[in-house]
């Protein structure tokens, strides 16, 4: 798989990411499991981040959803809501780099 992905639980703790999120966010997956997804987020793209998790929570499951969002590294991705997990209390996200797709097509 070569997007990020990662489990969130809707009040934003990361439960669990693959190697690529680590890569994005430059941490090791020990530093990122655990944490709060606002860590990994530009600020100026908190407030959205939020947004979308708590719109998670309220959705029907498997209703979806996508956002543009830059993380704390600036890069630009988008990120789109996967199932809902069984657990019902988390999401899974995956996360597309739209900095490698827009220099692509430059």
């Not at 990020?4 to 680590?22: E, M, P, S």
């Not at 990120?79 to 097509?105: K, M, W, Y």
Request: with cysteine.
């Amino acid at each position: 798989m070569k997007e990020a992905a990662f489990t969130v639980t809707f009040d934003g703790k990361i439960l669990f990411c693959n190697a690529q999120f680590g890569q994005l966010v430059k941490r090791p997956l020990e530093l990122v499991v655990g944490h709060p997804l606002h860590e990994f987020v530009s600020e100026s793209s908190r407030a959205a981040a939020a947004s979308l998790l708590i719109a998670a929570s309220s959705s029907p499951s498997g209703s979806g959803w996508s956002s543009e969002t830059s993380t704390a590294r600036r890069s630009r991705h988008t990120f789109r809501e996967c199932p809902e997990q069984p657990d019902g209390l988390s999401i899974c996200v995956v996360a597309s780099d739209l900095t490698e797709l827009e220099n692509s097509t430059n």
